[in-house]
């Protein structure tokens, strides 16, 4: 007994306690306990059990005062959530603990008395509590028993409701708003809202859009649901979106739900009407009662509603009282009765429309009217006659004149033909389309000068009359014709020796044109060597123009060879056309020139042994003159007595007739004369 809970009668042996004994502290103590005889050393001992009987003074006690316990939602009745565990100090039935619930009101728990379990009675599903505290008591069986119902001694246990993603989220905003087309970037459009039933995360829900936003005009919050605009809105591009919204919640695995959204974009008057056409053209035709339907105009608004209600008018301008609009459908018809002739195109600048919008919007567009015409009017020339002078050179083909004969009228109304109803002689045509007077043929004054004919033109009608003009053409001479010798080739002669100015013959060309271009003019263009004629150049008389020696030229010609004169004629048109004629003049020879030798003297060697009849000698002379006059008959007048040598008359050869001797004659002097 180190503690000194017991003491023991040394006299009589008797044990007590000395402090309070606590069974929970030792249920059992074993003394050891000596006796002893006076002081003798003799002792004997003895061992005393002493067993320390419990008294129920200890209350049961939970090792924690508090703890918490998450189950399923969806847990089924008779689960065991809970064990408690409290501790009896006490033994036997003082220690024996019986567990109960001090407060639980939901009546979905029970707990096993002996055991502590705490189990479900029923499902929890359908609450909507997240968690439940139970109140656990323990008490003992001892007399009085003892236990933990003071709430400070109790057992407080949270049981957390712990819940499943079991529940899409569901939408509670409408799936239809509207927005205004004008509305600024960042105008908050709709908000979408949805309800998640599950709890904590599984019940957190962002929102997203899926589809239909691909051209980015709006921008979703995820968190707080708020749809904005991202970018300008136009109504007449898009009018509605239907956008499809999906709204998750955070647990695992995710639920969703999704939602098409339509928006509805509201009008604006932002947009004029517009014209289908800028530029209208139209025709209506002439003498029409008032009334007559012109065009019917139509323009196009985008906008909706009386944003898009459309009133037509035409505005002031020149001859915009001749017509009349109707204000709703478009149409527009003549106030009056029109005339092309006065006025074929109106140009109204200010066909208009505006809307009903407030404010209202306009436009204008062009409107071009065309008066058709009405066959009222024949052709007419604009002279009775046309006098045409023209040159005869004219290449076939060639236009003379362009008659025109107006027709007021229009299209095949004013379309006038041409003909011509006289006889040209084949030499003019009229093209029927253009009134081109033209020629058919080469023209040929020296033939025919003067033409006169008639012209008719007319339209296509048949009721009206035509249009007659007469026309003269006069052919004017054209240089064409050259001057024509009456022969190629003049032969004429004249005797030497005449006195200057001596007329030698007299020649002829004529030239079929006339005035100036028939008037021809006579030259010697060649062959007139140093100047020795002339020729009268407006008679063709050709003349001697110095006293001709027939030995200095025997004839006067072209070339060396042929001696003879080119006479050219020459008109006076411009360019001027002449023609040649070849003059062969003779020189009519006189005796006036003797013979002339060649030599005044011959010297001749020859052997005495030359042979008779060998040809010894021959002479020569000249005589300017011609013809007989320059005949010349050589004969030996001296010196051939003997008769030594023969003298040809013709030739002038001189041949040996007898034997020669040197002994006898040394030189031979022969004086031979030519006649």
């Given at each position: 007994d180190p503690q000194g809970r017991f003491y023991i009668d040394s006299q009589f042996g008797i044990i007590?306690?000395?402090?309070?004994?606590?069974?929970?502290?030792?249920?059992?103590?074993?003394?050891?306990?000596?006796?002893?005889?006076?002081?003798?050393?003799?002792?004997?001992?003895?061992?005393?059990?002493?067993?320390?009987?419990?008294?129920?003074?200890?209350?049961?006690?939970?090792?924690?005062?508090?703890?918490?316990?998450?189950?399923?939602?969806?847990?089924?009745?008779?689960?065991?959530?809970?064990?408690?565990?409290?501790?009896?100090?006490?033994?036997?039935?003082n220690g024996a603990i019986k567990y109960t619930l001090a407060r639980d009101q939901s009546n979905a728990f029970s707990i096993d008395p002996s055991l502590g379990v705490v189990n479900l009675t029923r499902t929890v599903f359908e609450d909507k509590q997240q968690e439940y505290t139970l109140h656990i008591a323990a008490e003992d069986h001892g007399s009085p028993p003892l236990s933990s119902l003071l709430l400070l001694d109790s057992l407080t246990v949270k049981i957390v409701i712990l819940d499943i993603n079991d529940n899409s989220p569901s939408f509670m905003s409408s799936p239809l708003s509207y927005v205004m087309e004008d509305a600024e970037v960042g105008f908050l459009v709709h908000r979408i809202n949805a309800k998640d039933p599950d709890e904590g995360r599984n019940g957190q829900v962002t929102y997203h859009i899926v589809s239909g936003n691909e051209n980015k005009s709006f921008i979703l919050d995820k968190i707080t649901g708020l749809l904005s605009t991202a970018q300008l809105l136009d109504r007449e591009v898009q009018e509605h979106y239907s956008l499809t919204v999906m709204a998750i919640d955070d647990g695992s695995p995710a639920l969703s739900a999704t939602q098409v959204l339509t928006i509805v974009v509201l009008d604006v008057n932002d947009e004029r009407p517009i014209f289908l056409q800028q530029l209208y053209e139209t025709a209506v035709h002439e003498n029409q009662d008032p009334g007559e339907l012109v065009i019917k105009v139509e323009a196009m608004d985008r906008d909706a509603g009386r944003n898009s209600l459309l009133q037509y008018e035409i505005l002031p301008g020149a001859g915009y009282e001749k017509f009349r609009?109707?204000?709703?459908?478009?149409?527009?018809?003549?106030?009056?009765?029109l005339d092309r002739e006065t006025q074929e195109v109106f140009s109204i600048k200010g066909n208009s429309c505006h809307d009903l919008g407030r404010p209202s919007r306009s436009s204008t567009a062009l409107l071009y009217v065309t008066v058709l015409d009405e066959n009222d009017h024949n052709p007419s020339?604009?002279?009775?006659?046309?006098?045409?002078?023209?040159?005869?050179?004219?290449?076939?083909?060639?236009?003379?004149?362009?008659?025109?004969?107006?027709?007021?009228?229009?299209?095949?109304?004013?379309?006038?033909?041409y003909l011509l109803i006289d006889?040209?002689?084949?030499?003019?045509?009229?093209?029927?389309?253009?009134?081109?007077?033209?020629?058919?043929?080469?023209?040929?004054?020296?033939?025919?000068?003067?033409?006169?004919?008639?012209?008719?033109?007319?339209?296509?009608?048949?009721?009206?009359?035509?249009?007659?003009?007469?026309?003269?053409?006069?052919?004017?001479?054209?240089?064409?014709?050259?001057?024509?010798?009456?022969?190629?080739?003049?032969?004429?002669?004249?005797?030497?020796?005449q006195t200057p100015k001596t007329d030698i013959i007299q020649i002829f060309a004529t030239d079929l044109d006339s005035g100036l271009n028939g008037e021809t003019e006579y030259s010697i263009l060649s062959g007139n060597e140093n100047a020795a004629f002339l020729i009268d150049s407006a008679r063709g008389i050709l003349a001697t123009n110095t006293i001709l020696n027939h030995e200095n030229t025997s004839s006067y010609r072209f070339t060396a060879a042929s001696h003879r004169l080119v006479l050219l004629a020459s008109d006076r048109g411009t360019p001027s056309l002449n023609s040649t004629a070849t003059v062969l003049i003779t020189v009519l020879d006189v005796n006036d020139n003797p013979p002339v030798f060649s030599s005044p003297e011959y010297h001749i060697h020859v052997k005495e042994s030359v042979s008779i009849h060998s040809h010894v000698a021959e002479v020569s002379a000249n005589d300017c003159d011609a013809g007989t006059n320059a005949e010349i008959t050589y004969t030996i007048i001296s010196g051939n007595d003997k008769r030594y040598f023969h003298l040809d008359g013709k030739t002038g050869s001189v041949d040996l007739m007898k034997t020669l001797d040197y002994e006898d004659t040394v030189k031979f002097t022969l004086l031979i004369q030519a006649t």
């Open positions: 007590r306690t000395k402090k309070e004994l606590d069974h929970e502290t030792q249920s059992v103590i074993m003394l050891t306990v000596q006796s002893q005889l006076g002081n003798s050393p003799v002792y004997s001992s003895t061992q005393v059990n002493i067993s320390v009987i419990d008294i129920n003074d200890n209350p049961p006690v939970f090792l924690t005062k508090s703890d918490k316990v998450i189950i399923s939602h969806t847990q089924p009745p008779g689960t065991a959530v809970y064990i408690a565990h409290a501790e009896d100090k006490d033994s036997g039935l609009m109707n204000s709703d459908s478009g149409e527009l018809v003549t106030a009056v009765s020339f604009a002279k009775n006659q046309y006098h045409i002078s023209v040159r005869e050179d004219l290449e076939e083909g060639s236009a003379i004149l362009d008659l025109s004969a107006s027709d007021k009228d229009d299209g095949l109304n004013g379309e006038v033909t006889d040209t002689f084949g030499a003019f045509a009229i093209d029927s389309v253009t009134g081109s007077v033209v020629t058919t043929k080469a023209l040929d004054r020296e033939t025919k000068s003067q033409y006169t004919f008639r012209a008719v033109a007319s339209d296509c009608s048949t009721r009206l009359p035509r249009s007659t003009t007469v026309m003269t053409v006069l052919i004017q001479d054209v240089n064409d014709n050259v001057p024509k010798f009456e022969q190629s080739c003049y032969k004429a002669s004249v005797w030497e020796g």
